[in-house]
Protein backbone atom coordinates (compact mmCIF):
# COMPACT_ATOMS: atom_id res chain seq x y z
CA UNK A 1 0.00 0.00 0.00
CA UNK A 2 0.89 3.54 -0.81
CA UNK A 3 2.02 5.74 1.70
CA UNK A 4 -0.19 8.84 2.89
CA UNK A 5 1.07 11.86 3.90
CA UNK A 6 -1.21 14.79 4.85
CA UNK A 7 0.41 18.18 3.85
CA UNK A 8 -1.21 21.68 5.48
CA UNK A 9 -0.36 25.05 4.86
CA UNK A 10 -2.04 28.16 4.16
CA UNK A 11 0.44 28.87 1.07
CA UNK A 12 0.05 26.95 -2.15
CA UNK A 13 4.15 27.46 -3.02
CA UNK A 14 5.35 26.02 0.57
CA UNK A 15 3.19 22.97 -0.51
CA UNK A 16 4.61 22.45 -4.02
CA UNK A 17 7.73 22.68 -2.72
CA UNK A 18 7.67 20.14 -0.07
CA UNK A 19 6.08 17.79 -2.42
CA UNK A 20 8.94 18.37 -4.92
CA UNK A 21 11.26 17.53 -2.75
CA UNK A 22 9.35 14.09 -0.79
CA UNK A 23 8.42 13.28 -4.44
CA UNK A 24 11.43 10.63 -5.16
CA UNK A 25 10.42 8.51 -1.95
CA UNK A 26 6.97 8.10 -4.00
CA UNK A 27 4.46 9.07 -1.08
CA UNK A 28 0.32 10.06 -1.93
CA UNK A 29 -0.15 13.55 -0.52
CA UNK A 30 -3.13 15.24 0.31
CA UNK A 31 -3.16 18.65 0.16
CA UNK A 32 -4.74 21.04 2.69
CA UNK A 33 -4.51 24.58 2.78
CA UNK A 34 -6.16 25.22 6.26
CA UNK A 35 -6.49 23.30 9.35
CA UNK A 36 -9.95 23.68 9.00
CA UNK A 37 -9.88 21.89 5.61
CA UNK A 38 -7.43 19.29 7.21
CA UNK A 39 -9.90 18.28 10.11
CA UNK A 40 -12.47 17.83 6.90
CA UNK A 41 -10.38 15.39 4.93
CA UNK A 42 -9.84 13.73 8.52
CA UNK A 43 -13.11 12.84 9.12
CA UNK A 44 -13.08 10.97 6.16
CA UNK A 45 -9.49 9.52 5.72
CA UNK A 46 -7.93 8.11 8.86
CA UNK A 47 -4.89 6.26 6.73
CA UNK A 48 -2.14 8.85 6.70
CA UNK A 49 1.26 7.71 8.05
CA UNK A 50 2.04 11.33 8.68
CA UNK A 51 0.90 14.62 9.21
CA UNK A 52 3.45 17.78 7.65
CA UNK A 53 1.76 20.99 9.12
CA UNK A 54 2.50 24.70 9.17
CA UNK A 55 2.51 26.24 12.22
CA UNK A 56 1.69 29.69 11.32
CA UNK A 57 -1.56 29.68 9.64
CA UNK A 58 -4.47 32.42 9.72
CA UNK A 59 -7.77 31.04 12.02
CA UNK A 60 -6.74 27.80 13.17
CA UNK A 61 -2.77 28.11 13.58
CA UNK A 62 -1.15 24.52 13.64
CA UNK A 63 -0.76 24.04 17.06
CA UNK A 64 -4.64 24.37 17.53
CA UNK A 65 -5.37 22.12 14.78
CA UNK A 66 -3.33 19.06 16.08
CA UNK A 67 -5.08 19.27 19.40
CA UNK A 68 -7.97 18.99 17.68
CA UNK A 69 -6.47 15.75 15.20
CA UNK A 70 -5.47 14.36 18.69
CA UNK A 71 -9.23 14.49 20.78
CA UNK A 72 -9.85 11.96 17.77
CA UNK A 73 -8.62 8.11 18.98
CA UNK A 74 -8.12 7.28 15.41
CA UNK A 75 -6.62 9.99 14.81
CA UNK A 76 -3.82 9.94 17.86
CA UNK A 77 -1.48 7.89 16.23
CA UNK A 78 -0.37 9.76 13.28
CA UNK A 79 2.77 11.60 14.24
CA UNK A 80 2.34 15.28 13.46
CA UNK A 81 5.62 17.15 11.94
CA UNK A 82 5.51 20.95 12.69
CA UNK A 83 6.72 23.16 10.26
CA UNK A 84 7.78 26.33 12.03
CA UNK A 85 10.23 29.51 12.38
CA UNK A 86 13.29 28.82 13.31
CA UNK A 87 13.13 31.94 15.54
CA UNK A 88 10.16 31.49 18.04
CA UNK A 89 11.33 28.39 20.28
CA UNK A 90 7.79 26.70 19.12
CA UNK A 91 9.11 23.85 20.13
CA UNK A 92 7.94 23.81 23.26
CA UNK A 93 3.89 24.52 22.70
CA UNK A 94 2.52 21.48 21.63
CA UNK A 95 4.58 19.77 24.72
CA UNK A 96 1.36 19.26 26.41
CA UNK A 97 -0.66 16.52 23.85
CA UNK A 98 2.62 15.43 22.25
CA UNK A 99 2.51 11.51 22.28
CA UNK A 100 5.98 11.40 21.33
CA UNK A 101 5.16 11.00 17.60
CA UNK A 102 5.67 14.69 17.40
CA UNK A 103 9.02 17.06 15.57
CA UNK A 104 9.32 20.12 14.46
CA UNK A 105 11.39 21.54 11.42
CA UNK A 106 12.76 24.74 11.23
CA UNK A 107 12.19 27.14 7.81
CA UNK A 108 13.70 27.49 5.68
CA UNK A 109 13.64 24.04 5.04
CA UNK A 110 16.65 21.93 4.63
CA UNK A 111 15.06 19.12 1.97
CA UNK A 112 17.87 16.28 3.54
CA UNK A 113 16.65 17.01 6.67
CA UNK A 114 13.15 16.93 5.34
CA UNK A 115 13.15 13.57 3.68
CA UNK A 116 15.54 12.15 6.35
CA UNK A 117 12.82 13.02 9.22
CA UNK A 118 9.70 11.86 6.91
CA UNK A 119 11.11 8.54 5.81
CA UNK A 120 12.39 8.10 9.96
CA UNK A 121 8.40 8.75 11.12
CA UNK A 122 6.82 6.87 7.94
CA UNK A 123 9.01 3.79 8.47
CA UNK A 124 8.12 4.42 12.44
CA UNK A 125 4.52 4.54 11.88
CA UNK A 126 4.49 1.46 9.22
CA UNK A 127 6.08 -0.21 11.74
CA UNK A 128 3.79 0.42 14.61
CA UNK A 129 1.36 -0.32 12.23
CA UNK A 130 2.55 -3.46 11.01
CA UNK A 131 3.00 -4.26 15.07
CA UNK A 132 -0.45 -3.31 16.10
CA UNK A 133 -1.22 -5.55 12.89
CA UNK A 134 0.67 -8.18 14.08
CA UNK A 135 -0.85 -7.62 17.57
CA UNK A 136 -4.41 -7.77 16.08
CA UNK A 137 -3.38 -11.25 14.43
CA UNK A 138 -2.25 -12.41 17.72
CA UNK A 139 -5.01 -11.60 19.35
CA UNK A 140 -7.47 -13.22 17.10
CA UNK A 141 -5.55 -16.01 17.31
CA UNK A 142 -5.64 -16.39 20.84
CA UNK A 143 -9.26 -16.10 20.92
CA UNK A 144 -9.40 -18.76 18.48
CA UNK A 145 -7.27 -20.87 20.65
CA UNK A 146 -8.98 -20.21 23.73
CA UNK A 147 -11.90 -21.14 21.98
CA UNK A 148 -10.84 -24.11 19.72
CA UNK A 149 -9.78 -25.04 23.41
CA UNK A 150 -13.12 -24.18 24.96
CA UNK A 151 -14.59 -26.15 22.16
CA UNK A 152 -11.94 -29.40 22.35
CA UNK A 153 -12.68 -29.36 26.32
CA UNK A 154 -16.57 -29.18 25.81
CA UNK A 155 -16.31 -32.32 23.00
CA UNK A 156 -14.26 -34.24 25.65
CA UNK A 157 -16.83 -34.03 28.20
CA UNK A 158 -19.20 -34.74 25.85
CA UNK A 159 -17.41 -37.67 24.87
CA UNK A 160 -16.96 -38.50 28.91
CA UNK A 161 -20.47 -38.18 29.36
CA UNK A 162 -21.40 -40.18 26.56
CA UNK A 163 -19.16 -43.06 27.50
CA UNK A 164 -20.31 -42.55 31.02
CA UNK A 165 -24.01 -43.01 29.73
CA UNK A 166 -22.47 -46.09 27.50
CA UNK A 167 -21.05 -48.10 30.54
CA UNK A 168 -24.12 -47.16 32.36
CA UNK A 169 -25.62 -49.01 29.92
CA UNK A 170 -23.66 -51.41 28.76
CA UNK A 171 -24.23 -52.46 32.87
CA UNK A 172 -27.98 -52.37 32.29
CA UNK A 173 -28.11 -54.60 29.23
CA UNK A 174 -25.82 -57.07 31.35
CA UNK A 175 -28.22 -57.33 34.22
CA UNK A 176 -31.29 -57.46 31.47
CA UNK A 177 -29.49 -60.08 29.87
CA UNK A 178 -28.82 -62.06 32.60
CA UNK A 179 -32.45 -61.27 33.74
CA UNK A 180 -33.62 -62.33 30.54
CA UNK A 181 -31.42 -65.71 31.07
CA UNK A 182 -32.77 -66.31 34.83
CA UNK A 183 -36.11 -65.49 33.20
CA UNK A 184 -35.42 -68.24 30.68
CA UNK A 185 -34.25 -70.49 32.94
CA UNK A 186 -37.36 -70.11 35.30
CA UNK A 187 -39.84 -70.17 32.93
CA UNK A 188 -38.45 -73.58 31.36
CA UNK A 189 -37.17 -75.12 34.43
CA UNK A 190 -41.54 -74.60 35.30
CA UNK A 191 -42.51 -75.33 31.95
CA UNK A 192 -40.96 -78.59 32.19
CA UNK A 193 -42.93 -80.06 34.82
CA UNK A 194 -46.14 -80.33 33.66
CA UNK A 195 -44.83 -81.11 30.43
CA UNK A 196 -43.06 -84.05 32.05
CA UNK A 197 -46.90 -84.98 33.63
CA UNK A 198 -48.61 -84.61 30.12
CA UNK A 199 -46.16 -86.92 28.36
CA UNK A 200 -46.12 -89.53 31.36
CA UNK A 201 -49.89 -89.47 31.40
CA UNK A 202 -50.55 -90.11 27.33
CA UNK A 203 -47.98 -92.41 27.42
CA UNK A 204 -50.18 -94.19 30.58
CA UNK A 205 -53.36 -93.66 28.43
CA UNK A 206 -51.54 -95.95 25.59
CA UNK A 207 -49.89 -98.20 27.73
CA UNK A 208 -52.55 -98.79 29.49
CA UNK A 209 -55.09 -99.07 26.35
CA UNK A 210 -53.06 -101.10 24.77
CA UNK A 211 -55.52 -102.10 22.04
CA UNK A 212 -55.09 -98.81 20.83
CA UNK A 213 -51.67 -99.30 19.13
CA UNK A 214 -53.27 -101.96 16.99
CA UNK A 215 -54.85 -99.04 14.47
CA UNK A 216 -52.39 -98.74 11.73
CA UNK A 217 -52.83 -95.02 12.01
CA UNK A 218 -51.45 -92.82 14.04
CA UNK A 219 -53.64 -92.18 16.99
CA UNK A 220 -54.20 -88.49 18.63
CA UNK A 221 -52.49 -89.67 22.12
CA UNK A 222 -49.65 -90.27 20.24
CA UNK A 223 -48.92 -86.96 19.08
CA UNK A 224 -49.99 -85.71 21.80
CA UNK A 225 -47.33 -87.54 23.10
CA UNK A 226 -44.67 -86.71 20.31
CA UNK A 227 -45.33 -83.29 20.51
CA UNK A 228 -45.26 -83.08 24.07
CA UNK A 229 -41.52 -85.04 23.52
CA UNK A 230 -40.75 -82.38 20.67
CA UNK A 231 -41.86 -79.43 23.40
CA UNK A 232 -39.85 -80.79 26.09
CA UNK A 233 -36.44 -80.95 23.79
CA UNK A 234 -36.98 -77.79 23.01
CA UNK A 235 -37.34 -76.37 26.87
CA UNK A 236 -34.11 -78.56 27.76
CA UNK A 237 -32.01 -76.75 24.74
CA UNK A 238 -33.35 -73.37 26.38
CA UNK A 239 -32.65 -74.14 29.53
CA UNK A 240 -28.90 -75.09 28.71
CA UNK A 241 -28.78 -71.87 26.23
CA UNK A 242 -30.05 -70.27 29.11
CA UNK A 243 -27.31 -71.60 32.06
CA UNK A 244 -24.49 -70.86 29.94
CA UNK A 245 -23.68 -67.40 31.13
CA UNK A 246 -24.33 -69.20 34.83
CA UNK A 247 -20.72 -71.34 34.27
CA UNK A 248 -18.18 -69.83 35.44
CA UNK A 249 -15.53 -67.89 33.64
CA UNK A 250 -12.33 -69.81 35.25
CA UNK A 251 -11.16 -71.45 32.18
CA UNK A 252 -8.79 -74.43 32.51
CA UNK A 253 -6.07 -75.34 29.91
CA UNK A 254 -7.80 -78.44 28.57
CA UNK A 255 -6.51 -80.81 25.48
CA UNK A 256 -8.70 -80.41 23.21
CA UNK A 257 -7.92 -83.32 21.08
CA UNK A 258 -8.60 -85.27 23.71
CA UNK A 259 -11.82 -83.62 24.68
CA UNK A 260 -12.63 -83.91 20.79
CA UNK A 261 -12.11 -87.93 21.08
CA UNK A 262 -14.54 -87.97 24.03
CA UNK A 263 -17.18 -86.99 21.86
CA UNK A 264 -16.42 -88.69 19.14
CA UNK A 265 -16.70 -91.78 20.81
CA UNK A 266 -19.95 -90.62 22.57
CA UNK A 267 -21.25 -90.69 18.98
CA UNK A 268 -19.39 -93.52 17.78
CA UNK A 269 -22.86 -95.36 17.13
CA UNK A 270 -24.29 -92.59 14.79
CA UNK A 271 -20.84 -91.98 13.13
CA UNK A 272 -20.68 -95.87 12.04
CA UNK A 273 -24.22 -95.19 10.93
CA UNK A 274 -23.57 -92.49 8.22
CA UNK A 275 -20.48 -94.28 7.07
CA UNK A 276 -18.26 -90.89 8.58
CA UNK A 277 -15.25 -90.34 8.57
CA UNK A 278 -13.86 -87.49 11.11
CA UNK A 279 -10.22 -86.43 10.51
CA UNK A 280 -8.90 -84.40 13.44
CA UNK A 281 -5.71 -82.43 13.17
CA UNK A 282 -3.53 -81.73 16.14
CA UNK A 283 -5.25 -78.52 17.86
CA UNK A 284 -3.39 -76.53 20.63
CA UNK A 285 -4.13 -76.93 24.31
CA UNK A 286 -6.95 -74.48 24.99
CA UNK A 287 -8.10 -72.46 28.22
CA UNK A 288 -11.74 -73.57 27.83
CA UNK A 289 -14.65 -74.54 29.77
CA UNK A 290 -14.51 -78.07 28.90
CA UNK A 291 -17.98 -79.22 29.45
CA UNK A 292 -19.67 -76.21 27.50
CA UNK A 293 -16.74 -76.50 24.95
CA UNK A 294 -17.78 -80.52 24.43
CA UNK A 295 -21.52 -79.13 23.85
CA UNK A 296 -20.36 -77.15 21.10
CA UNK A 297 -18.45 -79.55 19.23
CA UNK A 298 -20.72 -82.35 19.64
CA UNK A 299 -23.75 -79.80 18.59
CA UNK A 300 -21.24 -78.84 15.35
CA UNK A 301 -20.18 -82.40 14.47
CA UNK A 302 -24.21 -84.11 15.22
CA UNK A 303 -24.89 -80.91 12.57
CA UNK A 304 -22.27 -82.19 10.35
CA UNK A 305 -23.64 -85.95 10.03
CA UNK A 306 -27.29 -84.81 10.38
CA UNK A 307 -26.62 -82.20 6.92
CA UNK A 308 -24.69 -84.66 5.10
CA UNK A 309 -25.91 -85.14 1.23
CA UNK A 310 -27.63 -88.28 0.16
CA UNK A 311 -25.45 -91.20 -0.67
CA UNK A 312 -22.52 -89.46 -0.32
CA UNK A 313 -20.69 -90.64 3.40
CA UNK A 314 -19.86 -87.71 5.49
CA UNK A 315 -16.61 -86.84 6.23
CA UNK A 316 -16.01 -84.12 8.56
CA UNK A 317 -12.31 -82.92 8.90
CA UNK A 318 -11.62 -80.77 12.47
CA UNK A 319 -8.24 -78.25 12.43
CA UNK A 320 -6.56 -75.49 13.84
CA UNK A 321 -5.20 -72.03 12.86
CA UNK A 322 -3.17 -70.67 15.04
CA UNK A 323 -1.30 -67.12 14.57
CA UNK A 324 0.57 -65.03 17.08
CA UNK A 325 -1.32 -62.25 18.87
CA UNK A 326 0.27 -58.70 18.05
CA UNK A 327 3.24 -60.44 16.74
CA UNK A 328 4.39 -60.86 20.07
CA UNK A 329 4.92 -64.05 22.40
CA UNK A 330 1.97 -62.85 24.85
CA UNK A 331 -0.12 -65.36 23.52
CA UNK A 332 -1.85 -66.54 20.50
CA UNK A 333 -5.07 -66.31 18.40
CA UNK A 334 -6.68 -69.98 17.57
CA UNK A 335 -9.06 -70.63 14.88
CA UNK A 336 -10.58 -74.08 14.99
CA UNK A 337 -12.56 -75.29 11.43
CA UNK A 338 -15.13 -77.99 11.72
CA UNK A 339 -15.56 -78.36 7.89
CA UNK A 340 -17.94 -80.96 6.26
CA UNK A 341 -19.02 -82.15 2.71
CA UNK A 342 -22.90 -82.18 3.14
CA UNK A 343 -25.81 -80.32 1.79
CA UNK A 344 -24.78 -76.80 2.94
CA UNK A 345 -26.42 -73.90 2.70
CA UNK A 346 -26.84 -70.33 1.13
CA UNK A 347 -23.89 -67.85 2.60
CA UNK A 348 -26.84 -65.06 3.08
CA UNK A 349 -28.31 -67.48 5.48
CA UNK A 350 -25.16 -67.74 7.38
CA UNK A 351 -26.06 -64.95 10.07
CA UNK A 352 -29.35 -65.83 10.71
CA UNK A 353 -28.94 -70.15 11.12
CA UNK A 354 -27.27 -68.80 14.89
CA UNK A 355 -30.49 -67.56 16.16
CA UNK A 356 -32.92 -68.63 18.31
CA UNK A 357 -35.40 -71.02 17.03
CA UNK A 358 -34.08 -71.38 13.58
CA UNK A 359 -34.43 -74.01 10.81
CA UNK A 360 -33.06 -73.93 7.26
CA UNK A 361 -34.59 -77.43 6.61
CA UNK A 362 -38.07 -77.24 8.15
CA UNK A 363 -38.27 -80.91 6.84
CA UNK A 364 -39.76 -83.29 9.50
CA UNK A 365 -36.92 -86.53 9.06
CA UNK A 366 -34.28 -83.79 10.22
CA UNK A 367 -34.60 -83.49 13.91
CA UNK A 368 -33.93 -80.65 15.72
CA UNK A 369 -35.10 -77.91 17.80
CA UNK A 370 -33.82 -75.03 16.01
CA UNK A 371 -31.30 -74.06 19.25
CA UNK A 372 -28.46 -75.94 18.62
CA UNK A 373 -26.37 -73.37 17.09
CA UNK A 374 -27.71 -70.55 19.02
CA UNK A 375 -26.49 -72.80 21.80
CA UNK A 376 -22.81 -72.40 19.86
CA UNK A 377 -22.82 -68.98 19.60
CA UNK A 378 -24.00 -68.39 23.62
CA UNK A 379 -20.54 -70.56 24.33
CA UNK A 380 -18.74 -69.24 21.83
CA UNK A 381 -19.22 -65.73 23.24
CA UNK A 382 -19.25 -66.82 27.25
CA UNK A 383 -15.72 -67.66 25.93
CA UNK A 384 -15.45 -64.15 24.82
CA UNK A 385 -14.92 -65.68 21.51
CA UNK A 386 -16.88 -65.88 18.00
CA UNK A 387 -18.29 -67.88 15.92
CA UNK A 388 -19.15 -67.98 11.95
CA UNK A 389 -20.19 -69.91 9.47
CA UNK A 390 -19.17 -70.33 5.77
CA UNK A 391 -21.02 -72.32 3.16
CA UNK A 392 -22.44 -72.95 -0.26
CA UNK A 393 -25.36 -75.24 -1.19
CA UNK A 394 -24.06 -78.64 -1.67
CA UNK A 395 -20.14 -77.85 -1.08
CA UNK A 396 -20.77 -78.51 2.42
CA UNK A 397 -19.95 -76.14 5.70
CA UNK A 398 -17.20 -75.31 7.38
CA UNK A 399 -17.23 -73.46 11.04
CA UNK A 400 -15.11 -71.47 12.49
CA UNK A 401 -14.58 -71.17 15.89
CA UNK A 402 -12.50 -68.02 17.19
CA UNK A 403 -11.15 -68.07 20.80
CA UNK A 404 -9.84 -65.02 21.91
CA UNK A 405 -6.21 -64.51 23.40
CA UNK A 406 -4.54 -67.59 24.63
CA UNK A 407 -1.60 -67.40 26.81
CA UNK A 408 1.23 -70.23 26.20
CA UNK A 409 0.47 -73.25 28.12
CA UNK A 410 3.58 -74.69 29.23
CA UNK A 411 3.01 -78.17 28.11
CA UNK A 412 4.04 -81.42 30.58
CA UNK A 413 5.85 -83.80 28.69
CA UNK A 414 3.28 -86.43 27.77
CA UNK A 415 3.86 -88.85 24.87
CA UNK A 416 2.01 -86.77 22.08
CA UNK A 417 -1.44 -87.78 20.86
CA UNK A 418 -1.84 -89.20 17.84
CA UNK A 419 -2.14 -86.67 14.74
CA UNK A 420 -4.24 -86.78 12.37
CA UNK A 421 -6.58 -89.17 13.85
CA UNK A 422 -8.94 -90.70 11.80
CA UNK A 423 -12.20 -92.34 12.94
CA UNK A 424 -13.99 -94.42 10.50
CA UNK B 1 -32.63 -120.07 47.01
CA UNK B 2 -29.86 -121.31 49.53
CA UNK B 3 -29.35 -118.15 51.47
CA UNK B 4 -32.78 -118.06 52.72
CA UNK B 5 -31.70 -121.15 55.09
CA UNK B 6 -29.05 -119.33 56.83
CA UNK B 7 -31.75 -116.29 57.61
CA UNK B 8 -33.30 -118.27 61.06
CA UNK B 9 -37.05 -117.06 61.66
CA UNK B 10 -37.02 -115.12 58.54
CA UNK B 11 -36.32 -118.50 56.31
CA UNK B 12 -39.94 -118.99 57.93
CA UNK B 13 -41.26 -116.45 57.51
CA UNK B 14 -40.10 -116.79 53.56
CA UNK B 15 -41.07 -119.66 53.25
CA UNK B 16 -44.60 -118.63 53.91
CA UNK B 17 -44.73 -115.84 51.21
CA UNK B 18 -43.35 -117.54 48.95
CA UNK B 19 -46.21 -119.91 49.47
CA UNK B 20 -48.93 -117.24 49.48
CA UNK B 21 -47.84 -115.33 46.71
CA UNK B 22 -45.88 -117.09 44.76
CA UNK B 23 -43.49 -113.92 44.45
CA UNK B 24 -41.20 -113.24 47.16
CA UNK B 25 -42.84 -109.87 47.98
CA UNK B 26 -43.27 -109.62 52.35
CA UNK B 27 -47.30 -108.78 52.51
CA UNK B 28 -46.51 -106.37 55.33
CA UNK B 29 -43.98 -104.75 52.82
CA UNK B 30 -44.71 -100.84 53.21
CA UNK B 31 -43.70 -98.44 50.46
CA UNK B 32 -44.01 -94.67 51.79
CA UNK B 33 -44.38 -92.50 48.93
CA UNK B 34 -43.56 -88.81 50.12
CA UNK B 35 -44.06 -86.74 47.49
CA UNK B 36 -45.98 -82.99 47.27
CA UNK B 37 -47.19 -83.77 43.82
CA UNK B 38 -50.81 -85.49 43.42
CA UNK B 39 -49.77 -86.73 40.16
CA UNK B 40 -46.50 -87.91 40.98
CA UNK B 41 -48.25 -90.29 43.64
CA UNK B 42 -50.88 -91.54 41.77
CA UNK B 43 -48.48 -92.46 38.82
CA UNK B 44 -46.18 -94.58 41.01
CA UNK B 45 -49.28 -95.70 42.52
CA UNK B 46 -50.54 -97.10 39.68
CA UNK B 47 -47.23 -98.04 38.35
CA UNK B 48 -46.47 -100.13 42.11
CA UNK B 49 -49.94 -101.44 41.24
CA UNK B 50 -48.95 -102.29 38.11
CA UNK B 51 -46.36 -104.26 38.88
CA UNK B 52 -48.63 -106.57 41.35
CA UNK B 53 -48.19 -104.47 44.57
CA UNK B 54 -50.71 -103.95 46.65
CA UNK B 55 -52.87 -100.57 47.31
CA UNK B 56 -52.45 -100.99 51.35
CA UNK B 57 -48.81 -101.68 50.79
CA UNK B 58 -48.39 -97.83 49.33
CA UNK B 59 -48.48 -95.07 52.01
CA UNK B 60 -48.51 -91.40 50.83
CA UNK B 61 -47.32 -88.07 52.32
CA UNK B 62 -47.06 -85.06 50.99
CA UNK B 63 -44.35 -83.68 52.47
CA UNK B 64 -41.45 -83.65 54.63
CA UNK B 65 -42.83 -83.07 58.33
CA UNK B 66 -45.97 -85.52 57.17
CA UNK B 67 -43.23 -88.51 56.56
CA UNK B 68 -41.62 -87.14 59.68
CA UNK B 69 -44.71 -87.68 61.90
CA UNK B 70 -45.46 -91.25 60.61
CA UNK B 71 -41.94 -92.93 59.51
CA UNK B 72 -41.29 -94.12 63.27
CA UNK B 73 -44.83 -96.64 63.19
CA UNK B 74 -43.24 -98.04 59.96
CA UNK B 75 -39.74 -98.91 61.22
CA UNK B 76 -41.16 -102.55 62.52
CA UNK B 77 -42.20 -103.24 59.02
CA UNK B 78 -39.95 -104.40 55.93
CA UNK B 79 -40.59 -101.01 54.61
CA UNK B 80 -39.12 -98.89 51.66
CA UNK B 81 -39.36 -95.61 51.29
CA UNK B 82 -39.87 -93.08 47.94
CA UNK B 83 -38.62 -89.65 48.71
CA UNK B 84 -39.13 -86.47 46.25
CA UNK B 85 -36.59 -83.37 46.75
CA UNK B 86 -38.46 -80.20 46.48
CA UNK B 87 -41.08 -80.52 49.14
CA UNK B 88 -43.32 -77.74 50.93
CA UNK B 89 -42.76 -77.32 55.07
CA UNK B 90 -39.48 -79.81 55.00
CA UNK B 91 -37.87 -80.50 52.12
CA UNK B 92 -36.16 -84.31 50.88
CA UNK B 93 -32.68 -83.79 52.16
CA UNK B 94 -33.78 -82.34 55.39
CA UNK B 95 -36.00 -85.50 55.97
CA UNK B 96 -33.09 -87.45 54.52
CA UNK B 97 -30.81 -86.95 56.91
CA UNK B 98 -33.00 -87.12 60.35
CA UNK B 99 -34.22 -90.46 58.84
CA UNK B 100 -29.98 -91.59 58.32
CA UNK B 101 -29.00 -89.93 61.70
CA UNK B 102 -31.91 -91.66 63.55
CA UNK B 103 -30.05 -95.00 64.82
CA UNK B 104 -33.90 -96.46 65.41
CA UNK B 105 -34.92 -95.62 61.50
CA UNK B 106 -31.52 -95.72 59.63
CA UNK B 107 -32.05 -98.91 58.56
CA UNK B 108 -34.94 -98.40 56.07
CA UNK B 109 -34.06 -97.93 52.37
CA UNK B 110 -34.40 -94.24 51.54
CA UNK B 111 -34.79 -94.36 47.16
CA UNK B 112 -34.92 -90.61 46.43
CA UNK B 113 -37.53 -90.03 43.62
CA UNK B 114 -37.07 -86.39 41.92
CA UNK B 115 -36.89 -84.27 38.98
CA UNK B 116 -33.86 -82.83 39.87
CA UNK B 117 -30.48 -83.91 37.81
CA UNK B 118 -28.22 -81.36 39.85
CA UNK B 119 -25.02 -82.92 40.56
CA UNK B 120 -24.87 -81.13 43.85
CA UNK B 121 -28.45 -82.97 44.92
CA UNK B 122 -26.73 -86.46 43.93
CA UNK B 123 -23.57 -85.77 45.91
CA UNK B 124 -25.63 -85.02 48.85
CA UNK B 125 -28.45 -87.29 48.80
CA UNK B 126 -25.60 -90.24 48.68
CA UNK B 127 -23.59 -88.04 51.33
CA UNK B 128 -26.66 -88.68 53.74
CA UNK B 129 -26.73 -92.19 53.23
CA UNK B 130 -29.40 -92.03 50.14
CA UNK B 131 -30.08 -96.09 49.04
CA UNK B 132 -30.45 -95.06 45.27
CA UNK B 133 -31.04 -92.12 43.63
CA UNK B 134 -33.53 -92.11 40.68
CA UNK B 135 -34.40 -89.22 38.40
CA UNK B 136 -38.35 -89.46 37.57
CA UNK B 137 -38.80 -91.37 34.44
CA UNK B 138 -40.97 -88.52 31.56
CA UNK B 139 -42.43 -91.83 30.36
CA UNK B 140 -45.07 -94.08 32.22
CA UNK B 141 -43.45 -97.61 30.46
CA UNK B 142 -40.12 -96.50 31.75
CA UNK B 143 -41.77 -95.85 35.34
CA UNK B 144 -43.31 -99.13 35.00
CA UNK B 145 -39.47 -100.77 34.39
CA UNK B 146 -38.40 -98.72 36.68
CA UNK B 147 -40.92 -99.70 39.76
CA UNK B 148 -40.36 -103.60 38.01
CA UNK B 149 -36.41 -102.69 38.46
CA UNK B 150 -37.06 -101.65 41.90
CA UNK B 151 -39.39 -104.35 42.93
CA UNK B 152 -37.14 -107.09 41.92
CA UNK B 153 -34.11 -105.74 43.25
CA UNK B 154 -35.50 -104.60 46.47
CA UNK B 155 -38.44 -107.00 47.05
CA UNK B 156 -37.72 -110.36 45.48
CA UNK B 157 -33.70 -110.31 45.09
CA UNK B 158 -32.73 -108.53 48.03
CA UNK B 159 -34.02 -108.58 51.42
CA UNK B 160 -35.69 -105.58 53.27
CA UNK B 161 -34.62 -105.09 57.12
CA UNK B 162 -36.93 -104.92 59.83
CA UNK B 163 -36.14 -102.70 62.92
CA UNK B 164 -35.01 -104.55 66.19
CA UNK B 165 -35.37 -102.16 68.42
CA UNK B 166 -39.01 -101.12 68.38
CA UNK B 167 -41.72 -102.95 69.30
Not at chain 1, 159 to 171: A, D, P, S, T
Not at chain 1, 230 to 236: P, T
Not at chain 2, 110 to 121: E, K, N, Q, Y
Request: charged residues 25%; hydrophobic residues 40%; contains cysteine.
Amino acid sequence: MQTKILLIDDREDNLLSIEAILEPKGYHFVKAQSGKEALRILLKEYDFSLILMDVKMPNLNGFDTASLIYQRDKLRHIPIIFITANNFGDENLFKGYESGAVDYLYKPINPDVLRAKVSVFVELYEKTQKLQQQEKKLTATNLRLEKEIKERKDSEEKVHKLNQQLLKNIEHLEAVNKELDHFAFMASHDLQEPLRKIRLFANKFLVTNKELRSNQKLNDIERIEQAAERMQYLIRDILTIAKVSTHSSDFVPTEMNILIDDILAEMQEEIKDKHAKVIVDKIPLLHVHPGLISVLFRNLIGNALKFAREGVSPVISIHAEVSPYQKSSEGFICQIFVRDNGIGFDQKFAEKIFGMFTRLHPDAQIKGTGLGLALCRKIAEHHKGSIAARSQVNEGTTFVLSLPRQSVIKKPKKPSLANNKVRE
Amino acid sequence: MPYISCLGKVCLYYFLIFHQTSKMIPENLRIIIADDDVDDQSLLTDALIANGIGREMIVLVSNGEELSGIVHGYSKFPSIIFLDLNMPKKNGLKVLAEIKGDPNLKHMPVLIFTTSTSPVDIASCYELGANTYFTKPFSYSDLISLVQTIKTYWFEMGVLPRSIFSR
